[in-house]
């Protein structure tokens, strides 16, 4: 499985992005998906999750009301809409795939992960 993230950049505070990330493979739709972020000098840190079975979706309380995770199983593709951005949300931003894995906030509940795209909010 191949992950590859797009969508970040450079964004004023109050500001909005999507991110995207596209995955290889044809069984895309049994895949569990999920966000994290790693600003620097910090560790990785799950930003948001949506399940294969169901689509329920989890977000870490950080950016619930702010951000919402979404997916699309005929494009392969799973969304990060962020709204009403805050400088404190700058980092690196990685996707993750389980395979057939149960919603997880774990780094290690994901098995493949993307290069990362970079999400800077100035304030």
Do not use: H
């Not at 995207?20 to 049994?30: E, L, M």
């Not at 009301?65 to 997916?71: A, L, N, Q």
């Amino acid at each position: 499985v191949q992950l590859q993230a797009s969508g970040g950049g450079l964004v004023q505070a109050g500001g909005s992005l999507r991110l995207s990330c596209a995955a290889s493979g044809r069984t895309f739709r049994y895949y569990t998906m999920g966000w994290f972020r790693q600003a620097p000098g910090k560790e990785r840190e799950f930003v948001a999750g949506i399940n294969w079975q169901d689509g329920s979706t989890y977000n870490a309380d950080s950016v619930k009301g702010r951000f919402t995770i979404s997916r699309d199983n005929a494009k392969n593709t799973v969304y990060l809409q962020m709204i009403s951005l805050k400088p404190e949300d700058t980092a690196v931003y990685y996707c993750a795939a389980g395979p057939f894995r149960r919603l997880s906030s774990r780094t290690d509940g994901y098995d493949y992960w993307g290069q990362g795209t970079q999400v800077t909010v100035s304030s």
